[in-house]
């Protein structure tokens, strides 16, 4: 059991840490909750083989190539296709039609990681034929993450899983309509990707894009604090057109943010909202 402790990280070290990367490299890690930052931190030392912080925190100052690597082992990339069936279904059935005659539907993914949730969007929009109107931004600041998303390729073992959710949102579909194996690997049909751009975009420190019908930040607003999370869905809910609607993730909530005095449920469970008039 002892083999898996986590180096410990203090205060101290935490705080040197987050200077470092604001000042080195721009990126503000004030508002992401300590316990869940620590962790992370913790088993990219354990990865290194570094029992201090402090041998983290130098080699962040003095191997700025390590960067792009190291926002890739220190977010959670977490994600999966259709992730949480239900709410896309909620989503399909309660919310697309809302834009069904509209010339162009703007969309954006704020946390995309690996892409499986802009495939799954895209799908939805396939099947609803509103696909072709579509433009889609997906962002992260993890720029492995979204090359990995860009090849719309996953390994083999995910499979099953991938295809029981799509199997929940589209019962009668083939999964194959989409999705074929090609040695260990799951590889999508690209030209679900035809109108999506993949960009590095950090959500806390950069301006927002705008005017968009549906934003998705699903299982993003968790690892920051109450404030950041506030300040977050602020920015989001000035991003969306009138009656534009926000997804966050099922685990989520709205509760620290006044911005969601701005919002009507259009499903409280799966967390669907729609910006008011
Ligand atoms: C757990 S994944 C969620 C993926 C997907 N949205 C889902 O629900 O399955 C969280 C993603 O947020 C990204 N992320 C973390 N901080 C971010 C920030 N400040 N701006 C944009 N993306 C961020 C991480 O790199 C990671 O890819």
């Known amino acids: 059991m002892l083999a898996d402790l986590l180096p410990e990280v203090s205060d101290a070290e935490l705080e040197q840490f ?11 890690f004030s508002g992401y909750a300590p316990a869940s930052l620590k962790r992370r931190l913790g088993s990219v030392m354990k990865k290194y083989g570094l029992p201090t912080l402090a041998l983290l925190n130098h080699r962040l100052l003095t191997q700025p190539e390590y960067i792009k690597y190291f926002i890739n082992e220190i977010t959670v990339s977490t994600t999966e296709l259709f992730r949480d069936p239900p709410a896309w279904v909620a989503l399909r059935l309660q919310a697309l039609s809302f834009f069904s005659s509209l010339a162009e539907i703007r969309i954006w993914h704020v946390g995309a990681s690996t892409g499986e949730e802009v495939l799954s ?46 199997h929940q949102v589209f019962p009668t579909i083939p999964f194959e309509k989409y999705v074929q194996e090609e040695g260990n690997e799951l590889v999508f049909d690209k030209t679900l990707l035809k109108n999506v751009r993949f960009l590095k975009h950090n959500i806390v420190t950069e301006a927002p894009f705008e005017e968009f019908e549906i934003i998705l930040c699903r299982n993003l607003l ?56």
């Open 18 to 28: 987050r200077q470092i990367m604001l000042t080195q490299y721009g990126l503000d």
């Open 121 to 166: 969007m895209a799908i939805l929009l396939q099947e609803s034929n509103l696909y072709e109107r579509a433009q889609i931004y997906a962002t992260d600041i993890d720029e492995v993450s979204l090359e990995k998303a860009q090849s719309a390729r996953y390994p083999i073992r995910l499979k099953r899983l991938y295809k029981q959710n799509f």
């Open 222 to 277: 968790i690892y920051f604090t109450p404030a950041l999370q506030d300040l977050v869905v602020t920015k989001l809910v000035e991003s969306l057109v009138t009656g534009g609607i926000l997804m966050i993730g099922t685990k989520e909530s709205l509760f620290w943010c006044t911005a969601a005095k701005r919002l009507a449920a259009i499903n409280d469970v799966e967390r669907i909202y729609r910006k008011r008039r």
